[in-house]
């Protein structure tokens, strides 16, 4: 007995033109830095990297905390805890922040060569966008 033929979803009637998304995916090396009042300093604010929270289908949420070197949680050498990330808000401006590293070479007054491999802060390409939209409808 031959099987009945499966409408492809664009030829089921009534199907609405219009896809949802409750929210977008990121990419995994946007670190978001979200602005929190320093500690004992109600008119201090610092910068304090928090980990996204991703959708899936499965239902809850997963953490996502980037790849960086520069910008990841550390343990205190003396009492073993983590030490949050705290930058002061006006070390980033509007352009954002760029963290490279790069070799520097330099000779010392005896003749002799140092080399090492250094970070510099670079102002950012502008108001750059991770993506993130809310409540997106968009054509199917």
């Given at each position: 007995?031959?099987?009945?033929?499966?409408?492809?979803?664009?030829?089921?009637?009534?199907?609405?033109?219009l896809t949802y998304t409750f929210a977008t995916t990121v990419p995994e090396n946007w670190v978001p830095l979200v602005p929190t009042p320093e500690d004992g300093q109600p008119d201090g604010v610092r910068l304090r990297r928090v980990p996204?929270?991703?959708p899936t289908r499965g239902g809850a949420p997963?953490?996502?905390?980037?790849?960086?070197?520069?910008?990841?949680?550390?343990?205190a050498p003396d009492t073993g805890r983590v030490v949050?990330?705290?930058?002061?808000?006006?070390?980033?401006?509007?352009?954002?922040?760029?963290?490279?590293?790069?070799?520097?070479?330099?000779?010392?007054?005896?003749?002799?060569?140092h080399l090492w491999l250094a970070r510099a802060k670079r102002t950012g390409g502008g108001t750059a966008s991770s993506g993130l939209r809310y409540d997106a409808v968009a054509p199917r």
């Open positions: 007995m031959p099987r009945a033929r499966v409408p492809a979803r664009a030829d089921v009637p009534g199907l609405p033109e996204l929270q991703q997963v953490p996502i905390i980037g790849h960086s070197r520069v910008l990841d949680w550390t343990l949050r990330l705290a930058v002061p808000e006006e070390e980033v401006g509007r352009a954002g922040l760029r963290v490279v590293r790069e070799w520097r070479l330099a000779r010392w007054t005896d003749g002799s060569v």
